[in-house]
């Protein structure tokens, strides 16, 4: 009985993680590389639609409309430097886009540190 006991347990614990090892593995790179949507936001009237996309750490615009609803980019922000995108926006008829970039947004930051420490306010 005890003999039926371990092979029981190497069954249900060895082997598995043994499969496992061979799987696909993954990188947090990987993981942080995946684009993220949010912020989905419509017009009332027609059928155009806004959203943001954090691409590793990259945050922009897009819009789509119409029947097809082709996803188009309206900001070209390349550069990781931490500014969020909020309080997105489409008018009522769907013609303007309006939203906030940059600032802490009620995040957990020291009140008295900058959001982007190397901005530099010019006079």
């Known amino acids: 009985m005890k003999i039926i006991f371990e092979l029981f347990l190497v ?18 790179d990987a993981i942080k590389s995946y684009p993220f949507l949010a912020n989905l936001t419509a017009s009332a009237i027609g059928s155009k639609i806004a959203w943001t996309v954090n691409e590793e750490g990259k945050r922009n615009i897009y819009v ?23 309080s997105l926006s489409v008018s009522a008829n769907g013609q303007t886009v309006v939203y906030e970039r940059g600032g802490d947004h009620g995040s957990n930051w020291d009140d008295n540190l900058s959001v982007n420490p190397s901005f530099t306010l010019r006079h």
């Open 64 to 86: 789509a409309e119409g029947s097809d609803f082709a996803p188009r980019k309206i900001t070209n922000y390349n550069s990781d430097d931490g500014q969020e995108i909020t």
């Open 11 to 28: 069954v249900l614990f060895i082997i598995p993680f043994e499969y496992l090892s061979f799987g696909q593995s993954f990188t947090m």
